[in-house]
């Protein structure tokens, strides 16, 4: 008796470990599926969690150009102007007022 419930425990677990081994497009339908040391979890994501729209912009915003111009050396930094395509920000550096304009495109390239 003892042998036949060794041997079910030994197959659920294999069976378990063959469904952790899923390949990741398996995870594309919002399904998971995990063990840990916590044990199993399992369970589905439908429609509206997330993120939502917006979340991963990839264009420069403001606070994003602020940052840029922050680490290359501008103290003081704040946003000057906003338009449809450039965002101006001012501040100082070496103690000199520095105008430096970024694109509203990926990465924030530097205009001028």
């Excluded at 915003?61 to 101006?88: D, E, Y």
């Amino acid at each position: 008796m003892f042998r036949k419930i060794k041997i079910a425990v030994v197959s659920a677990i294999l069976g378990l470990g063959t469904l952790a081994a899923v390949p990741a497009t398996a995870q594309a339908d919002n399904f998971y599926f995990g063990i840990s040391s916590h044990g199993p979890s399992f369970g589905y994501h439908g429609a509206g969690y997330g993120h939502g729209y917006g979340w991963d912009r990839r264009d420069c915003t403001p606070r994003k150009a602020l940052r840029k111009a922050q680490r290359i050396g501008v103290h003081r930094a704040h946003i000057r102007s906003v338009n449809r395509h450039t965002i101006r920000v001012s501040g100082r550096k070496h103690g000199h007022r520095i105008n430096v304009t970024f694109a509203k495109a990926p990465h924030c390239p530097i205009i001028r």
